[in-house]
């Protein structure tokens, strides 16, 4: 069946704009995750959805990142007043959560001007 | 809280020859443990996991990891190199308190011909 897919594959953008990050993850998975992987770098949890149950947003590293995941499936990361150091790969991934596996998508990687 | 250590960042083995990727893990509770692959400008796709049964795990591509709660260790080996291992590797750690999966910095393996 289909995988995690995300969208877009590559955006770029100027400091100061809003940015919407797209993730559709597999059907029937109840969690999923976004993740943020720097240069060279491991990866950076940033918030996690399990069905209904009120999201775990402590990775968030500030006011300006939000998610959303509506009816359960679709989700969307969105960074306002972009900045430099946001500049990364933005990977979402979901899972049945009671096996734990993730399931990861190709990422989309932000670039700020 | 739950962290990981990887203690190389970067491992160089020769074709043929066999690969040693080292993982130390911290938790309070029983892990789950896990070993990804990231293949440049792929996806990260899930090599093996450890979820308290065998503790020897046996994954694709001829991996496997030993779980060794004495040492805190799941390093992760393979017998014989081949070219086309050569990808960074993530160990993983999920504790029982939460969701929230806890990756390593990650090693680059390299095959030399």
């Known amino acids: 069946g289909a995988g995690v897919s995300q969208s877009p594959s590559n955006k770029v953008t100027e400091k100061g704009k809003d940015v919407e990050l797209r993730c559709d993850p597999i059907?029937?998975?109840?969690?999923l995750y976004w993740y943020r992987q720097s240069l060279g770098q491991g990866l950076e949890f940033l918030i996690y959805?399990?069905?209904?149950?009120?999201?775990?947003k402590s990775g968030l590293p500030s006011d300006r990142f939000s998610a959303e995941r509506t009816g359960g499936s679709v989700s969307t990361l969105t960074i306002q007043r972009t900045q430099q150091e946001d500049s990364a790969v933005y990977l979402c991934?979901?899972?049945?959560?009671?096996?734990?596996?993730?399931?990861f998508g190709p990422g989309t990687r932000l670039t700020v001007l | 809280a739950q962290s990981v250590t990887q203690l190389d960042s970067h491992v160089s083995v020769s074709e043929g020859t066999p690969v040693l990727l080292r993982c130390n893990y911290s938790s309070s509770y029983s892990p789950s443990l896990f070993w990804y692959v990231q293949h440049p400008n792929k996806g990260l796709q899930l090599l093996l996991k450890y979820t308290s049964a065998a503790t020897l795990v046996k994954g694709i591509n001829g991996f496997e990891a030993e779980f060794k709660k004495s040492e805190t260790s799941f390093h992760l080996t393979k017998p014989s190199a081949h070219m086309s291992d050569a990808a960074e590797y993530f160990c993983?750690?999920?504790?029982?308190?939460?969701?929230?999966?806890?990756f390593g910095p990650g090693t680059r393996l390299s095959v030399l011909p």
């Open positions: 959805f399990q069905g209904n149950s009120a999201p775990d």
């Open positions: 059907s029937g998975h109840t969690a």
């Open positions: 991934a979901s899972s049945l959560a009671e096996f734990n596996e993730q399931f």
């Open positions: 993983v750690v999920k504790g029982t308190g939460g969701q929230n999966f806890v």
